[in-house]
């Protein structure tokens, strides 16, 4: 037996969202999802949005139960802007969706589960990219002030942990880049000013935060997806491709984020070639001014850069990052083949290590980390519990990462697993089950998986034996 211990304290949880878990029920706004399912539902996986939910809107007292048997000693969600906040423009808060969030914050500290609260997961309400053009427009960052606002005012007493978005690099690859997210457009340069918009929306909020915060204990960060980039040859070309990759995808929103400025590099490359953002200097100054108090890292599989083997010119359209990188598929690596995704733990410990080196040390946590695979029912065992060794497995290679880092140095002060109990999940619907409780989303049956017994071990311990695993030996 070979056992790694994380420091105590260290937050063992799991990470959702709302619009992933509550379903539709009851909301006075649609989100982009839901306009998105009605008008084209042959964009989600077997036909299914996100009408058809784990149902935590009526279920939450279950689940949390639940979450607790897992041994989950912090779960993170997210508020609904399109639930809390009837009037957009001014912000006043439903009465209902208020009860409704409170009773889901109280129940979690009633069972000893910290909440963890993201304002924005995806999920803007649908009629203000009609009416304003959604993110593109500032005004829509203002009316996302409101709404952060009101959150805080509302429960900043009993929660102590917020985050302002979770991955808004997929809100601009999402919607303006790549055409996974409703409204599915592909434009370099808005996407740019969307970038920069999502930027001075999180800035906002947080000073919002540092004015009605009710609790000394109150700290407020944003969650990013931050994905190494590898070069695929030492060739100054492919070294290049991983550098821009690495400019656009990460260090857009974690520069600004930790350091209060973009980073120059990029500010260059976007004003030679006339896409960058539209900015006021007092814009930049409440970036500079409101960086996070810590960071959530999101971590699913690493990217490898190479040049684009397109010349520019061969593009049809006037701008893209792609210019500079293209991502591939290297082979013989080891995949996740039912999301398609590489599987390399090592990258949480580069991830931490460039935290560690290049912005401060600043305190951060595994606010994503997970194995979405297809039919898990292939899994189940005679006692009725799925047997999902291969998620176990993945866990306990990436923290055996992150305790390395940790060893050096590094300032990590927890890991969420994608996601307590398997949840809808935007275009790829139920396809991939990420979850330590399985879900029947039909007869709303919810059991514990293997791999929730083992993170309740690991929870009660804040330790796990490393031997059996390949890399330990
Ligand atoms: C993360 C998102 O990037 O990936 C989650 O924050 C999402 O909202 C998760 O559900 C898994 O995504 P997918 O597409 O594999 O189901």
Redesign the pocket.
């Known amino acids: 037996m070979t056992l790694l211990e994380f420091p105590q304290n260290f937050w063992w949880g799991a990470a959702t ?1 709302g619009p ?1 878990t509550e379903g539709r029920f009851h909301k006075t706004h649609d989100n982009i999802f839901d306009y998105d399912f009605d008008h084209f539902p042959d964009h989600y996986w077997g036909g299914i949005g996100p009408d058809t939910a784990s149902n935590f809107y009526n279920d939450y007292q279950t689940d949390i139960a639940l979450m607790k048997a897992a041994g989950l000693s912090s779960v993170r969600t997210s508020i609904q802007w399109t639930r809390l906040i009837d009037d957009l423009e001014t912000g006043t808060v439903n009465a209902d969706a208020a009860r409704f969030y409170n009773a889901v914050i109280d129940e979690f500290i009633a069972n000893g589960i910290k909440p963890v609260i993201n304002l924005h ?2 999920d803007i309400p649908v009629s203000l990219v009609h009416k304003y053009g959604g993110w593109e427009s500032k005004h829509v960052v203002d009316l996302f002030v409101k709404f952060a606002q009101a959150s805080f005012t509302l429960f900043s007493d009993r929660v102590t942990d917020w985050f302002t978005h ?2 808004p690099m ?1 809100v601009v690859e999402g919607g303006y880049l790549y055409q996974f997210h409703y409204p599915d457009i592909i434009d370099g340069k808005r996407a740019v000013q969307v970038a920069y918009n999502l930027q001075l929306a999180s800035s906002k909020a947080i000073a919002a935060f540092r004015q009605v915060n009710q609790n000394p204990d109150g700290k407020i960060g944003i969650i990013l ?1 931050l994905t190494p980039n590898y070069p695929a040859s030492a060739s100054p070309e492919d070294q290049a491709a991983a550098t821009f990759a690495d400019l656009w995808q990460n260090r857009l929103f974690l520069d600004a984020s930790v350091k209060g400025a973009f980073a120059a590099e990029l500010v260059d490359v976007l004003t030679n070639d006339d896409v960058l953002w539209a900015s006021t200097a007092e814009e930049l100054a409440i970036i500079q001014k409101n960086t996070v108090d810590y960071l959530g890292v ?1 971590f ?1 599989h690493p990217n490898r850069a190479q040049a684009p083997k397109y010349a520019p010119d061969s593009l049809a359209i006037d701008w893209l990052p792609d210019k500079y990188f293209e991502v591939f598929d290297k082979r013989g690596v080891r995949m996740n083949a039912d ?1 398609g995704w590489e599987i390399y733990p090592k990258a949480l410990y580069d991830i931490a290590k460039n935290i560690q080196e290049n912005y401060g040390n600043i305190a951060w946590f595994v606010s ?1 980390n997970g194995m ?1 695979v297809a039919r898990e029912d292939r899994y189940l065992g005679e006692d009725g519990i799925i047997q999902d060794d291969y998620r176990i497995r993945f866990i306990k290679e990436h923290l055996y990462y992150v305790h390395k880092a940790i060893a050096e140095g590094a300032n990590c002060f927890g890991y969420h697993l ?1 996601t307590p109990i398997d949840c809808f ?2 275009r ?1 619907s139920y396809k ?1 089950r ?1 979850g330590l409780i399985a879900v029947d989303v039909h007869r709303q049956d919810k059991t514990l998986k293997k791999s929730a017994h083992f993170f309740k071990a690991l929870s009660a311990s804040s330790s796990f034996d490393i031997s059996d695993i390949e890399m330990a030996k």
């Open positions: 969202s992933q997961h995806f979770n991955e997929v997806n999101n699913y999301r994503e979405g994608w999940s935007w790829n991939n990420y």
